[in-house]
């Protein structure tokens, strides 16, 4: 995965169809204002159909590796939820990232994930988010997230 310049870490950011994109574009803008690049990666095309309109998509999971990221997000909406059970390469993608120490998280649905990878929500280094109704609650989100990230 590129990286915006030396030192600057990245997080691989797994979209489903259907994904929350005003939560993950909010979540996105407050971790670049950090200095983190994400790299959308879909589980298996190169373009997403959302609310929004089409986005395309950096790389496709299956030909990404967990090793080239320092980090991994699961995004949310209701398609993620379904995903483990459509895309068992997303679910080894995190679970690898995760066993490699890397910081995981997952908002709204996309907690689900997580879960079937065997990654615990409770655990250091993880960073859930399951109500993003709240005030503010994605840009909470992306900076818990980035602390642990660069903590």
Known sequence: MARAGAGAPTVAVLVADGADTDALADVMIAMSGHGVVCDVLLPDRVRIDTADGPVDVVRSVRTAAPTACDAVLVAGGRPAADLPA??????????????????????????????????????????????????GAATMFADAFVATLLG
């Not at 996309?110 to 399951?130: F, H, K, S």
């Open 86 to 135: 459509r895309d068992q390469a997303a679910v080894a993608f995190v679970a690898e990232a995760w066993s490699r120490g890397k910081p995981v998280a997952a908002f709204g649905d996309g907690v689900r994930l997580l879960d079937t990878a065997g990654v615990p929500r409770t655990a250091p280094r993880v960073v859930v988010l399951d109500d993003q109704t709240a005030h």
